[in-house]
């Protein structure tokens, strides 16, 4: 049963049937504003953050030294299980030299850990997908072509994250993070020498 009710939920978030009910967001970013969102800016030259055109739009630059993001953060009632799904795209092109990421990410309540998942580009290696949590990353996966849409889809549920990109599974594990708190949708990298823009758009989040 746990297994369909899974797969209701994904075909659910991927096709962004919209309904009113207690738990479900839906953020499509078209009012021009970013109410009920939270800016952060760690970038050493200041990120450009905005909404049009139904999507969110941070043009970062990273840091020299460290990695360094740029982005928005939603606080949610901590819950123990949901369902997120966001399509995300990035402008990698002309960054051969840098180390440039797209992400999305979920916090446990306290900050005490929390989980990443980007798209982004290694000097000439673009990939579609990273996982990184308690410290530890994934290989990069897949190869991303620049500007193509895509959707991640993060899954938690009774201990265990599943995580796809566009229908794919990338990642299914157990993990420490106990309810979640705050989602994080941001931008940046490192030994960036120009600023570059990602972009967010069809935000839905159900909480179970």
Same mark, same amino acid.
């Given at each position: 049963?746990?297994?369909?009710?899974?797969?209701?939920?994904?075909?659910?978030?991927?096709?962004? @049937?919209?309904?009113?009910?207690?738990?479900?967001?839906?953020?499509?970013?078209?009012?021009?504003?970013?109410?009920?969102?939270?800016?952060?800016?760690? %970038?050493?030259?200041?990120?450009?953050?905005?909404?049009?055109?139904?999507?969110?739009?941070?043009?970062?630059?990273?840091?020299?030294?460290?990695?360094?993001?740029?982005?928005?953060?939603?606080?949610?009632? #901590?819950?123990?299980?949901?369902?997120?799904?966001?399509?995300?795209?990035?402008?990698?092109?002309?960054?051969?030299?840098?180390?440039?990421?797209?992400?999305?990410?979920?916090?446990?309540?306290?900050?005490?850990?929390?989980?990443?998942?980007?798209?982004?580009?290694? =000097?000439?290696?673009?990939?579609?997908?990273?996982?990184?949590? =308690?410290? %530890?990353?994934?290989? #990069?996966?897949?190869? @991303?072509?620049?500007?193509?849409?895509?959707?991640?889809?993060?899954? !938690?549920?009774?201990?265990?994250?599943?995580?796809?990109?566009?229908?794919?599974?990338?990642?299914?594990?157990? %993990?420490?993070?106990?309810?979640?708190?705050?989602?994080?949708?941001?931008?940046?990298?490192?030994?960036? !020498?120009?600023?570059?823009?990602?972009?967010?758009?069809?935000?839905?989040?159900?909480?179970?």
């Amino acid at each position: 049963m746990k297994s369909i009710f899974l797969a209701i939920l994904a075909i659910s978030l991927t096709t962004h @049937y919209a309904y009113a009910k207690d738990g479900y967001v839906h953020d499509s970013f078209s009012s021009g504003s970013l109410s009920g969102w939270q800016v952060f800016d760690n %970038t050493s030259d200041k990120a450009n953050i905005s909404t049009e055109n139904s999507t969110l739009c941070i043009i970062a630059q990273g840091s020299s030294q460290s990695f360094a993001f740029a982005g928005v953060e939603k606080l949610i009632t #901590p819950t123990t299980d949901l369902s997120l799904s966001v399509v995300m795209q990035g402008d990698f092109s002309n960054l051969s030299e840098s180390n440039s990421r797209a992400y999305v990410a979920i916090n446990n309540e306290d900050g005490s850990d929390a989980l990443q998942v980007y798209i982004g580009r290694d =000097g000439n290696d673009v990939w579609t997908s990273q996982v990184c949590t =308690g410290g %530890t990353c994934t290989s #990069p996966k897949g190869k @991303y072509i620049n500007m193509s849409k895509a959707r991640v889809t993060i899954i !938690k549920m009774d201990g265990t994250l599943k995580i796809s990109v566009n229908g794919t599974s990338i990642y299914s594990e157990s %993990t420490s993070i106990q309810k979640v708190g705050k989602i994080t949708l941001g931008g940046g990298g490192r030994a960036n !020498k120009q600023a570059f823009p990602v972009y967010f758009n069809e935000f839905s989040l159900h909480v179970m």
